[in-house]
């Protein structure tokens, strides 16, 4: 495979004791999105390019006394946020220090519930999974922590404005796990709470998603996956008590060495069908 980009771009400095390092990586997929009533952000057509591009910059420095601090850089493009009208492409950023007490995190951050989802089917994503999670959370988090301790995961957010907060603990037990999340707006005084299942035997992947919240009530989701060699054949479907429709679909992925070739195609929670094919890769 011939590297055109760079895997990760490392810089390297030494100050006194401390050592401090920048690195860059990244994800990025380009394609084409359908849906038979007009694309979300190309309404008069029915099937319309897109590409999404997601960078992550981050710099790092750890003292003599075995903690790491650091400041991470997002930054966020796609073909919808470039056709508004001032341009909506996002910088996120975020400073944390970690050590054996897990790694603490003030910036731009997403709520612990947003860690633990149902996958999505497709390129992109055809939105699948929006509808299991509709319940999920509406929180915000501008402060986190996160604590892992062999196959146990934890974490809370909180936002020191809003006062919105979050919480979540996860468990791998191998070949299956379980995730709790629990999620709390304060501007609307919505509580949600959800689980996530997973498993993974001989190449098949499941998970069964459930969430409740004070608004939209019950969403649910399950998705499978099988995987032989290079090819993984995925479906997912999802309902919750306020969509018009159960949302449904099916995929496929072919590992292409270096990049993936994907898509799917299914119908969403407002009848319509919709599909998405291209190619992703990570740098």
């Known amino acids: 495979m011939k590297k ?19 690195t860059i990586s990244g994800s990025a997929n380009m394609g084409v999105k359908y849906n038979e009533n007009g694309v979300s952000y190309a309404p008069t ?15 790092t420095t750890e003292t003599d ?7 991470d850089l997002d930054l966020d493009s796609d073909y919808a946020s470039s056709l508004a009208a001032a341009g909506n492409e996002t910088l996120a950023a975020k400073v944390f220090v970690s050590g054996s007490f897990g790694t603490f995190s003030i910036g731009h951050l997403d709520p612990m519930a947003d860690d633990y989802g149902l996958t999505d089917i ?15 959370y509406d929180g915000s988090a501008d402060a986190r ?3 892992s301790v062999g196959a146990l995961t934890v974490g809370v957010s909180l936002h020191t404005i809003e006062e919105d907060f979050g919480l979540a603990a996860a468990y791998d037990f191998g070949t299956f796990g379980v995730a709790v999340t629990f999620d709390h707006d304060e501007l609307s005084g919505n509580d949600s709470t959800a689980i996530l ?23 649910y ?10 090819l993984t054949l995925e ?6 008590d306020l969509a018009a429709n159960t949302a449904y679909g099916v995929g496929a992925k072919y590992d292409l060495g270096g990049a993936t070739l994907a898509g799917g195609v299914g119908r969403n929670e407002l009848d319509e069908t919709v599909a998405d094919l291209g190619v992703s890769f990570k740098f």
């Not at 055109?4 to 920048?22: K, N």
């Not at 969430?211 to 009530?217: E, K, P, S």
């Not at 479906?235 to 919750?240: C, L, P």
């Open 4 to 22: 055109v980009l760079f895997a990760t771009t490392a810089l390297v400095f030494s100050a006194g004791i401390a050592a401090a390092e920048v």
């Open 45 to 59: 057509k029915k099937a319309a390019g897109w590409y999404e591009i997601d960078m992550d910059v981050v710099g």
């Open 65 to 71: 006394s075995g903690l790491t601090f650091g400041a």
């Open 122 to 136: 497709g390129l992109d994503g055809i939105g699948i999974d929006n509808v299991a999670e509709a319940s999920a």
């Open 145 to 147: 922590w996160d604590y």
């Open 197 to 219: 299942l997973t498993g993974n035997v001989s190449g098949i992947k499941g998970e069964l998603y459930y969430a409740n919240d004070d608004v939209t009530g019950d969403s």
């Open 221 to 230: 989701g399950i998705y499978a996956a099988y995987t032989t060699g290079a």
């Open 235 to 240: 479906a997912a479907v999802a309902d919750n």
